[in-house]
Nanobody, 109 residues
Framework: VQLVESAVVQPGGSLRLSCEAY????????ATWYRQVPGKGREQVAG???????NYLDAVSGRFTISRDDAKSKSYLEMNRMTLEDSAVYFC??????WGQGLQVTVSS
């Protein structure tokens, strides 16, 4: 049995992704969000270091916001003014080699 979760957003809409980490000291690790479309490799969308330094993919800069809550072992990706090109499977990544299962995000009217 395989269960696949997904989200659908209208163009121009917003969506907030969250990722909670277990089994590691979240505050000691960089948190990153990636996305992948069929036929292409995963691309880094945004990353936030342990001291709060942030970087974004140019295509999402100004529209997406990454944040972290070390007390809750969570990272967040706030996505605003979404476009069709933002449709992808989004993955969270913490530290080294620790991946979320991925969430299909579809931007469609």
């Amino acid at each position: 049995v395989q269960l696949v979760e997904s989200a659908v957003v209208q163009p121009g809409g917003s969506l907030r992704l969250s990722c909670e980490a277990y089994g590691l000291i979240f505050g000691n690790n960089r948190a990153t969000w990636y996305r992948q479309v069929p036929g292409k490799g995963r691309e880094q969308v945004a990353g936030i270091s342990t001291d709060g330094q942030i970087n974004y993919l140019d295509a999402v800069s100004g529209r997406f916001t990454i944040s972290r809550d070390d007390a809750k072992s969570k990272s967040y990706l706030e996505m605003n003014r979404m476009t069709l090109e933002d449709s992808a499977v989004y993955f969270c990544h913490v530290g080294s080699g620790n991946w979320g299962q991925g969430l299909q995000v579809t931007v469609s009217s």
